[in-house]
């Protein structure tokens, strides 16, 4: 038991090592209850739906979202719209495809299995547009921060006077949770910005909530799964392993040797 | 393998194994007798044989849908996870399956480094082990390259130019090993190949490991050398399949807690960034299992120096059966030794820990001390320890008392007997 206690504590202290060194220059984020974490944690269904709001009216003018596709929005573990509103979604975009018969390229609405449409053509357009940033592409963008969700969320809430210590120039914004707090993006949101249909209060705080909601499950659009799978898999192999130590207790009472 | 003398029972058996022995090869698999007294410590060589295995089945099945090059593999992977079924469970199996796979291999050699299992009779066992570790590193670090992310692409830049750092030629090396000026396409169709190829030469090696074992037998907590077939042993099957069997689920769960609960938690953030060769990440650091050398590499301020420590830092544990004099095997006779070897432990941790931090300030000293003290046990401590121990008087067998009933066994036996 002394030894398992051993194991244990080495690996807590290389998880613990290896967590800790990226959170050196973390600043305390802005905490919710996220409906998708724990055990079973799920998506909250209204809340995705409200963070595509918010993506598509606020977010899409700028950042992409190139490895998602129309039909997700209907997909189980998703926002769930129903087909029929994910095709309505699809089709108020319009896509370039071709080329046609003629060798023209043409512009027709989109269909469920077209990827999203992109704000720029490509990223020196976007560049331009942004005063020389690159809006990062959204799909994955909650793992791809060091604070995840809550880094997102924060940042969101994160705007305010700068410091007059601190001199921006033109076109940069101050935030605390920035890296460096100096940001080329400017607070996207403002209370009241979207309207939601479900008549929620779209406050900063609720929208940002939401919006962070519907990027973590961009990011992760099986998570749900994973978390229905995980819990059951690891019941049978719990299940399992006692059957396994109480087979190991009988063989080995065969000779006089502990195990 | 003593045990040539079996004969199938049915006649088609005999036959088949007159001409091809792969049923003796069975029975003595089945009937090769293990110390009785082998503890929880002794099944991880089990457990990453179940490692090796899951890597290589989950990673042909990734190598279906993912695509080497580099404009199409970051979206590939993210294909994967996405819309290919269960990929997203498969690809989070291996990838954390290679953390699993370092972290039960670094107990097994630290096992190993307890009970002197690398001692004589058993060095080929040992140094095909370390040969094992060189291939696992050389695979985890080209694996980590190829979802042609941020880390990825300044890691793969990173460790190819340490080889700039050999004299003359090194440059041209660089260049050779990148196929080109820089880490790009060429690099990365080379590394996947690489990556597909090296797991099979482990597969080889492991082979090899596990025949080498047999020659000589387990050592054993008690670490003396045993009759076989004895009262000292219990054949293989069903005693030792079955607690292989048990710490394998054990192994699992844990596997599987990472797998389904905290997947990104071992990796690195910046690599769900596709690579950029314009921008380069506030810190690039390797995955966790590196970290130690990562920090005796950055402790020395010469870079070529730096690399020599890195690679002397694995390579003296090929020598090590030479640099313990010692002449008994277990740690648990060995009453300073033991104290040196949970220093070691520690010195690994730290140099794992400082390696994850900025090498500056105070992290660097304590990443020279520990890198210094890391030689310092090898080349020093432990061939002196061997002339100037006091060692524990050692039992003759594992279930006979020593003559005239020494106590120490009574506490060692106690001592194993606590695992569980």
Redesign the interface.
């Known amino acids: ?4 206690f051993k ?1 244990f504590s ?2 807590i ?3 613990a ?6 959170a ?1 220059e973390k600043v305390e984020y802005l905490k919710t209850d996220w409906s998708f974490k724990g ?1 079973f944690g799920k998506f909250d269904r209204a809340s995705l739906q409200r963070g595509y709001q918010v993506y598509t009216e606020v977010c899409a003018s700028c950042h992409s979202m190139k ?1 998602l596709s129309y039909r ?1 929005l209907a997909e189980q573990g998703g926002p769930e719209f129903s087909e029929a509103q994910a095709k309505a979604i699809a089709a108020s975009f319009e896509v370039i495809d071709g080329p046609n018969s003629d060798g023209e390229m043409f512009t027709r609405p989109g269909k469920l299995s077209d990827k999203f449409v992109m704000p720029y053509d490509n990223v020196k357009a976007a560049q331009a547009a942004n005063g020389g940033a690159y809006p ?1 592409d959204m ?2 963008l909650v ?4 604070g ?1 969700v809550d880094y997102i969320y924060s940042l969101l809430q994160g705007y305010e006077e700068a410091p007059s210590n601190v001199s921006l120039d033109d076109g940069v914004y101050y935030n605390k949770y920035m ?1 460096g707090n100096k940001i080329r993006m400017a607070a996207p949101l403002s209370d009241g910005l979207v309207e939601y249909g479900d008549g929620t209060n779209a406050s900063v705080e609720q929208m940002s909530k939401d919006v962070t909601t519907f990027l973590m499950w961009s ?4 998570l749900e ?3 229905q ?3 059951k ?2 019941v049978y ?2 299940i ?2 006692v059957l ?2 109480f ?2 207790k009988k ?2 009472s065969r ?1 006089e ?3 | 393998m003593s045990d040539h003398d079996y004969r199938p029972k049915s006649k088609v058996g005999q036959w088949f194994n007159d001409r091809l022995p792969l049923l003796t090869l069975a029975n003595h698999l089945t009937d090769y007798p293990t110390p009785k007294n082998l503890n929880y410590w002794w099944t991880f060589g089990g457990i990453l044989t179940f490692c090796l295995i899951t890597q290589i089945v989950t990673g042909l099945t990734l190598a279906m849908h993912y695509i080497a090059h580099a404009d199409m593999a970051f979206e590939s992977v993210e294909h994967i996870m996405r819309d290919v079924n269960y990929g997203w469970l498969i690809r989070y199996i291996h990838a954390n399956g290679a953390s699993m796979f370092f972290l039960a291999v670094y107990i097994h050699i630290f096992r190993s480094l307890f009970y002197g299992s690398y001692k004589s009779p058993r060095e080929i066992i040992w140094i095909l082990g370390i040969i094992i570790y060189l291939l696992m590193m050389a695979a985890a670090f080209m694996g980590y390259v190829l979802p042609w992310g941020q880390m990825s692409f300044w890691g793969a830049t990173v460790i190819t130019n340490l080889f700039s750092a050999i004299p003359l030629v090194g440059e041209g090396i660089v260049t050779w090993l990148w196929g080109g000026y820089s880490v790009d396409n060429p690099t990365l169709t080379r590394f996947f190949t690489l990556h597909y190829l090296i797991p099979f030469l482990i597969l080889g090696l492991v082979v090899l490991h596990i025949w080498a074992l047999h020659v000589p037998g387990n050592n054993n907590p008690v670490g003396i050398d045993i009759k076989k077939p004895s009262k000292d042993t219990v054949p293989f099957h069903p005693y030792i399949v079955i607690k292989d069997g048990f710490a394998l689920l054990m192994f699992m769960i844990v596997f599987a807690f990472f797998v389904f609960y905290a997947p990104n938690i071992l990796g690195h953030a910046d690599n769900y960034i596709e690579a950029n060769p314009m921008v380069t990440p506030a810190h690039i650091v390797p995955e966790w299992y590196l970290l130690p050398f990562y920090a005796i590499l950055r402790s020395v301020p010469d870079k070529l120096l730096g690399v020599v420590a890195m690679l002397s830092a694995i390579l003296i544990l090929a020598v090590l059966p030479w640099l313990d004099t010692s002449k008994i095997r277990s740690a648990v006779f060995r009453p300073l030794y033991k104290q040196f070897y949970w220093i070691l432990v520690a010195d690994v941790l730290i140099l794992g820990y400082v390696g994850a931090m900025p090498a500056e300030g105070l992290y660097l000293l304590i990443a020279r001390v520990a890198t210094a003290y890391y030689f310092l046990h090898f080349l020093v401590i432990l061939p002196v320890l061997g002339f100037k121990e006091k060692t524990l008087p050692v039992p003759l067998s594992i279930t006979e008392p020593v003559l005239g009933g020494s106590p120490n066994l009574a506490a060692a036996r106690n001592k194993e007997s606590k695992i569980e």
Do not use: D, Q
């Not at chain 1, 090592?17 to 990226?22: E, G, H, L, P, V």
């Not at chain 1, 793992?143 to 060091?146: F, H, P």
């Not at chain 1, 990011?219 to 099986?222: D, I, K, T, V």
């Open positions: 038991m002394k030894n398992l194991l080495i690996i202290v290389i998880i090592s290896n967590s800790y060194c990226f050196a055990l490895y997700n990062p799909s994955v793992k791809a921060r060091g995840g890296y990011a992760e659009p099986h799964a994973r978390h799978m995980g819990f898999a690891i192999l719990i399992l392993t396994v130590y087979s190991m063989i080995w000779i040797s502990e195990v």
